[in-house]
Each structure stands twice: as structure tokens, then as C-alpha cells.
């Protein structure tokens, strides 16, 4: 019979990190269920990493076109909440970042599209229409 394998150095060293960093959450945790708590961390780290592609949005068609800063913007986005649900909302697991990354991006990939779309569609469509119909 073969031993049990020991989790790697960096899943019980985020698990410590969590509890240093946030040592409120664990009375939290216990007032309210687990998943509220999780659920309720994930909408945070949402709004922050929406919150971080703001500047990106407004600034960037300074410099380049604004349909490669909406691009920016959602890469930018998009990394800020990987990072976030993966440091705050998630429990750790024990397959490569890169895999995780990998899945994630995918799935990013048709919300890229959607956004993409849809803001092009408006600054393109929607209000060079507006502009002819009000004075």
C-alpha cells in the first residue's frame, strides 16, 4: 500500500496565506453558510476586476483604435479575476495554473466576443444613429 501523497509546498501556503491575509472570514464563514460566503466573495471579486477595465476603456482609444481597447480592456479584466476568485473565492486545487488559466480563457474567449460586439456595435451603430435623430 502506497502512502498518501502530500499536497505541494504552494496549496498549504495558500491556505495560509487566505487565513493571514483575511482573519475575519473564518467567524464570517461560521455566522452565515460557506457557499453565501463564497458567493458573496466571487460577486466582489467581479465587480473589482469590471472596476479595473474601466481606465483601461477610457484611456486606451487615446493611444489605439477603440475596438483593440476594448480587446485590452477585457484581457485585463479577465486576468484580474482569474486572480482573484483563484486567491479569494476558490478553494485551491492541485492541477497547474496554466490549466486552470487555460479553461478559464476559453470560456473568457465568448464573453470576449459578446462585449466586443456589442460595444462596437453601439459606438459604430447605435450613436451615429442617435446624433442624426436629435438635434
Known sequence: MSEPTKPPPQYEDRVNMRARLWPFLPPIARFCAEERLRFS???VASGLSVRSTSPLVYC??????????VVLSHICG????????KLFV???SRRPVWSEFTKFTLVNMVSLAQTWMSQFGVVKFVWPWLHELLP
Do not use: Q
Not at 486606451?60 to 481597447?69: D, N, Q, R
Open 41 to 43: 466573495m466571487f460577486v
Open 60 to 69: 486606451s482609444p487615446l493611444v489605439v483604435p477603440f475596438e483593440i481597447a
Open 78 to 85: 479577465m486576468v484580474t479575476a482569474f486572480t482573484l476568485s
Open 90 to 92: 476558490f478553494e485551491p
